[in-house]
């Protein structure tokens, strides 16, 4: 059974910056595409950004384009580069690791195996 272990979270200042990872461990499979949600109190779980299996495809949520950068170590970790922070980034960021899907996808659906989150607060 694949696990997926979030790091990075924290508390930073607004327009500061914080870099997620996010790596798999047990069994693992060729290849992962992958995402980064994030979900605020109160607030449904919200896309932010994707990868495709080959590290090459990517898409960002219009809040975070231009700010946050995601890329592929190797075949099963990510991680998530996140510049000029705003209070609203504030939420617990999930990994997410799809088994079926080969480009990045904006969707929670398409995602099997998903992490515990870990907790990004941005005062401002």
């Known amino acids: 059974q694949v696990q997926l272990v979030e790091s990075g979270g924290g508390l930073v200042q607004a327009g500061g910056s914080l870099r997620l990872a996010c790596a798999a461990s047990?069994?693992?499979?060729?290849?992962?595409?992958m995402g980064w949600f994030r979900q605020a109190p109160g607030k449904v779980r919200e896309f932010v950004a994707a990868?495709?299996?080959?590290?090459?495809?990517t898409k960002y949520a219009d809040s975070v384009k231009g700010r946050f950068t995601i890329s592929k170590d190797s075949t099963i970790t990510v991680n998530l580069q996140m510049h000029t922070l705003k209070p609203e980034d504030t939420a617990v960021y999930y990994c997410?690791?799809?088994?079926?899907?080969?480009?990045?996808?904006?969707?929670?659906?398409?995602?099997?195996?998903w992490g515990q989150g870990t907790q990004v607060t941005v005062s401002s």
């Open positions: 997410a690791a799809s088994s079926t899907r080969v480009f990045a996808s904006t969707s929670p659906n398409e995602y099997d195996r």
């Open positions: 047990g069994r693992t499979f060729t290849s992962y595409a």
């Open positions: 990868i495709g299996r080959n590290g090459i495809s």
